[in-house]
């Protein structure tokens, strides 16, 4: 038989129950806070983080500084990641004596293009983590550091282009990752506060972008390790999106 205190512990875990079932039905999430907050949009990033595409341009970077005879270091490639190209490679463009950054970076974009660089791929889980979120009617939008046409095309080889709200690219922006304006401005777009959001992320510069955007970050450790992107202020990491539940957190 149970006593009074049994009781109690009972009657608290049936409580919590209801409440955690009440907050997966309003698509309320626990955020890093303690607070419960509704998340009612979600914003991804492109490279990395919806398609693999880190292997590819890893190495057309390698193909350019080897083509200049300039040494280049796995610490500075990594840096790059979730950055747009031109302003990644401006930061290295005193080491390219006669070369400015946008023929750096036309140079690098070819060498992108070689059919014997390795393949891309969509992240796992990303697609179908895409279709679940529209039939739901979540807001949807991509905020990526590469140009318009290039955003475009991937997301039409994926065969997803047409599930978005919104695309804001390096064409939109003035300031690129880690600053938060293209976070920003897909919120804005998407009518959502960013507190409203949740960003999903693979790069630091893209986590420090969604958090000082004010938005929940999730982050796959698809080209950075767990630690890094911990360290960076993601929210919640994990490998891929196979392992992704709307509301985010939620059993399913």
């Known amino acids: 038989m149970q006593g009074t205190q049994g009781t109690r512990a009972a009657e608290e875990e049936a409580r919590g129950t209801e409440e955690a079932r009440g907050a997966e039905e309003t698509g309320e999430v626990e955020g890093t806070q303690g607070s419960q907050l509704p998340y009612g949009a979600a914003l991804f990033d492109l490279d990395g983080t919806l398609v693999d595409t880190e292997p590819r341009s890893r190495s057309a970077w390698v193909k350019l500084f080897a083509a200049h005879g300039v040494p280049v270091e796995a610490a500075t490639l990594a840096a790059f990641a979730g950055r747009p190209g031109k302003e990644a490679i ?11 950054a946008e023929e750096l970076y036309a140079e690098a974009k070819g060498y992108s293009e070689h059919p014997d660089l390795p393949p891309v791929a969509p992240v796992p889980g990303a697609v179908a983590l895409l279709h679940r979120l529209r039939e739901a009617s979540v807001p949807l939008a991509v ?18 282009l047409g599930l978005f709200d919104t695309v804001i690219t390096a064409d939109d922006v003035t300031r690129g990752k880690p600053h938060p304006e293209g976070y920003l401005a897909a919120c804005a777009a998407l009518g959502t506060e960013p507190e409203r959001a949740v960003v999903f992320e693979d790069a ?22 767990a630690a890094t ?20 957190g939620a059993a399913g």
Not at 90 to 100: L, Y
Not at 204 to 225: D, L, M, N, R
């Open 143 to 160: 905020v990526t550091s590469g140009t318009r046409d290039y955003a475009h095309g991937e997301l039409s080889t994926l065969g997803v």
């Open 90 to 100: 401006a930061e290295h463009a005193a080491d390219f004596p006669g070369c400015t």
């Open 204 to 225: 630091p510069a893209g986590i420090e972008a969604a958090k000082s955007a004010g938005a929940y970050c999730v982050a796959v450790t698809v080209t950075q390790p």
């Open 229 to 248: 992107l911990t360290a960076a202020g993601a929210d919640l990491v994990v490998p891929d999106l196979t392992s992704v539940h709307w509301p985010v």
